[in-house]
């Protein structure tokens, strides 16, 4: 898949797989969109020197309903083509061991902020069939 050009919103892409896709689309020439909730400055510059077309970083929480309308909100202008729904929480340990508010959180991120985000991007990147 090419991807030159193409406007891609990543979430959860300070570090690990999230991380990684940012920088091999960097090195692809994509413009990047980077949603985390604790955006990384130095990663602008690092992904920048690799060839990204342009980055943007947005601070977002996907486990605040508010934070994740207003990402919509924000990115609905930008016509992404690609949406790479990367953040995920983990409490670890035993069910049996987590709290009731650990357990919510972690159904927000992983789960309601995914689906939100989708439902609400998935519109100006899908093609009408003629």
């Not at 909730?37 to 970083?57: C, I, M, Y």
Request: charged fraction near 20%; proline fraction near 2%.
């Amino acid at each position: 898949m090419e991807t030159k050009g193409t406007k891609v919103l990543i979430t959860g892409c300070n570090r690990g797989i999230g991380k990684h896709v940012a920088e091999v689309l960097a090195k692809n020439g994509a413009k990047l969109y980077l949603a985390n909730r604790r955006p990384d400055p130095t990663q602008l510059q690092e992904l920048k020197n690799l060839g990204a077309q342009s980055v943007t970083n947005i601070q977002a929480d996907l486990d605040n309903r508010a934070d994740v309308e207003k990402l919509i909100a924000d990115m609905q202008s930008e016509e992404i083509d690609i949406l790479f729904n990367n953040a995920g929480l983990l409490t670890g340990g035993l069910i049996e061991n987590l709290t009731t508010d650990e357990i919510y959180s972690s159904t927000q991120v992983n789960v309601t902020a995914l689906m939100h985000l989708t439902q609400g991007l998935v519109g100006g990147m899908v093609k009408p069939v003629a």
